[in-house]
């Protein structure tokens, strides 16, 4: 299962978006239980949300 770049950059973009403005990392927008291309956005975006927030602390 590949991600578009699309999905990609999106999820990137609003990971980074939620770990500046200390956004709850519950607020993820893709499922975790969902099918496999949802559970590899969640992955992702969390993997970003992180980055991002020690990154900025």
Same mark, same amino acid.
């Not at 990971?15 to 590899?40: H, I, K, M």
């Given at each position: 299962?590949?991600?578009?770049?699309?999905?990609?950059? &999106?999820?990137?973009?609003? @990971? $980074?978006? @939620? &770990?500046?403005?200390?956004?709850?990392?519950?607020?993820?927008?893709?499922?975790?239980?969902?099918? @496999?291309?949802?559970?590899?956005?969640?992955?992702?975006?969390?993997?970003?949300? $992180?980055?991002?927030?020690? @990154?900025?602390?």
């Amino acid at each position: 299962m590949t991600l578009s770049e699309l999905d990609h950059r &999106a999820a990137v973009t609003t @990971a $980074r978006w @939620a &770990a500046l403005t200390r956004r709850p990392v519950t607020e993820c927008p893709y499922n975790p239980a969902g099918d @496999a291309r949802q559970r590899a956005l969640a992955f992702l975006w969390v993997r970003i949300y $992180r980055r991002t927030q020690s @990154a900025g602390s």
